[in-house]
């Protein structure tokens, strides 16, 4: 089992940054993959961004080259900056932890809002 914790979320003005962070209960070396969904107002969870244990990256195409995840092993902890932030980036962020990717067993944590409005 993965417990996962994040923080990070807040209110930013349209344009501004937020960092995001997600440290799970145990080293990243044993999680194949973690990543980020998020889930807007009455949308359907999607998926922003992932990381290998390998250290691939993988974007949803309405965050590239404003977004990038990272992975800091040493505090078991993978971030979101968000960069040049949009009113429709407002949602709830998941971090989600798939220790046997491509298993489908997944572990979630419990979500950090995240507004942009002016």
């Known amino acids: 089992q993965v417990q996962l914790v994040e923080s990070g979320g807040g209110l930013v003005q349209p344009g501004g940054s937020l960092r995001l962070s997600c440290t799970a209960s145990r080293t990243l070396f044993s999680i194949n993959r973690m990543g980020w969904y998020r889930q807007a107002r009455g949308k359907e969870r999607e998926l922003v961004a992932t990381?290998?244990?390998?250290?691939?990256?993988y974007y949803v195409d309405s965050v590239k080259g404003r977004f990038s995840v990272s992975r800091d092993s040493a505090k078991n902890t993978i971030y979101l900056q968000m960069n040049s932030l949009k009113p429709e980036d407002t949602a709830v962020y998941y971090c989600n932890a798939r220790p046997g990717f491509p298993s489908s067993v997944a572990y979630w944590g419990q979500g950090t809002q995240v507004i942009v409005s002016s």
């Open positions: 990381i290998t244990n390998g250290g691939s990256t």
